[in-house]
């Protein structure tokens, strides 16, 4: 059974930093790409990061580039998304998703496999 299990959300001040963790389990973690996916109330689903086991590769949303980084520890099964100089507008539920095929040329979003999400709220 696909398991994703995100962590490290929580209330923050603009400008600070947060570190979001997802632990993968039940499948092949080095051959599939991780994305972290966002959905702000009333608003549609954004993903904003992915990174590829296999290469290494990543890919950002515009929004996020130069604040946010994604990385991935392959013996612990685990991507963590570091996230810096904090935005009210970065508010939202941050789900980490999975997918074998997924975080070529861009970050898309239909990820196979999701987590239950974690809130961030950043306060003004």
């Known amino acids: 059974e696909v398991q994703l299990v995100e962590s490290g959300g929580g209330l923050v001040q603009t400008g600070g930093s947060l570190r979001l963790s997802c632990v993968a389990s039940g499948f092949a973690f080095d051959d599939y790409a991780i994305a972290w996916v966002r959905q702000a109330p009333g608003k549609d689903r954004e993903g904003i990061s992915c990174?590829?086991?296999?290469?290494?590769?990543?890919h950002y949303v515009d929004s996020v580039k130069g604040r946010f980084t994604i990385s991935s520890d392959n013996a612990k099964k685990t991507v963590y998304l570091q996230m810096n100089s904090l935005k009210p507008d970065d508010t939202a539920v941050y789900y980490c998703?999975?997918?074998?095929?997924?975080?070529?040329?861009?970050?898309?979003?239909?990820?196979?496999?999701w987590g239950r999400g974690t809130q961030v709220t950043v306060s003004s």
């Open positions: 998703a999975a997918d074998r095929w997924l975080c070529n040329g861009g970050v898309g979003l239909w990820y196979s496999d």
């Open positions: 990174i590829h086991n296999t290469d290494g590769r990543t």
